[in-house]
């Protein structure tokens, strides 16, 4: 089986811009969780999704939002980019049996100029 | 929100050494995690912990929560070359939350 991908896997963007991440979880398995990665914050939880459903959601601001596809394909958006935003964006997913079992896909790196 | 303290930060061990790392919490977890991350790439799911005061295997790896369930540690025993990474626990109560991270160094 083919494992998370996610594109692009580099991206470098302007302050203000915004940026759309996608990730193609493991075949079969429908919920799809993001996540932040930064040297000060650590793996930060941003949000899930579940039969295009946003099942949680972490403490980011608005924005930051993703949506889910029919075929669980999943996307997220940062609008009005800032430096802090620079990061490394995971995408993981799971079976809905056991949902705490998480495959990470290898990441975006966003740099934010 | 809730915090998972990790310890040690990071750990410079000669091949051949056995490895052990700790987390806590101040919440009750039912769930307990271990990741390594790898340089450019994701974390990777090394154990999951689901019985408190259950010793898991996989491999040289070790690990167990506490029968308190705010505590877990993982054992790498007979360390290589390619353990180098960061190690993660992590807690899953509805979505995951990682600790920060043991960062392992290896040296032949």
């Known amino acids: 089986k083919a494992g998370v991908t996610q594109t692009p896997r580099y991206l470098i963007k302007t302050r203000g811009q915004q940026v759309t991440l996608s990730c193609s979880p493991i075949?079969?398995?429908?919920?799809v969780s993001w996540y932040q990665q930064t040297p000060g914050q650590g793996l930060q939880f941003l949000f899930e999704?579940?039969?295009?459903?946003?099942?949680n959601k972490g403490n980011f601001p608005g924005r930051f939002s993703g949506r889910q596809f029919s075929n669980s394909r999943s996307e997220m958006n940062v609008s009005t980019l800032e430096l802090g935003d620079s990061a490394l964006y995971l995408c993981?997913?799971?079976?809905?049996?056991?949902?705490?079992?998480?495959?990470f896909g290898p990441g975006t790196r966003l740099t934010v100029t | 929100g809730q915090q998972l303290n990790q310890s040690p930060q990071s750990m410079f061990i000669q091949e051949g050494e056995d490895v052990s790392m700790n987390c806590t919490s101040s919440?009750?977890?039912?769930?307990w995690l271990w990741y390594k991350q790898d340089p450019g790439e994701g974390p990777v799911l090394l154990i999951a912990?689901?019985?408190?005061?259950e010793l898991t295997s996989n491999g040289r790896l070790t690990a167990q929560f506490g029968i308190t369930r705010k505590d877990s540690f993982l054992n790498i025993s007979a360390s290589i070359p390619s353990d180098v990474g960061i190690y993660f626990c992590?807690?899953?109560?509805?979505?995951?939350?990682f600790g920060d991270g043991t960062t392992l160094t290896v040296k032949p």
């Open positions: 075949s079969g398995h429908r919920s």
């Open positions: 912990l689901y019985k408190a005061g």
């Open positions: 992590a807690v899953y109560a509805g979505k995951s939350t």
């Open positions: 999704y579940f039969s295009e459903t946003q099942r």
């Open positions: 993981a997913s799971s079976l809905v049996g056991s949902l705490y079992e998480q495959y």
């Open positions: 919440s009750i977890f039912n769930t």
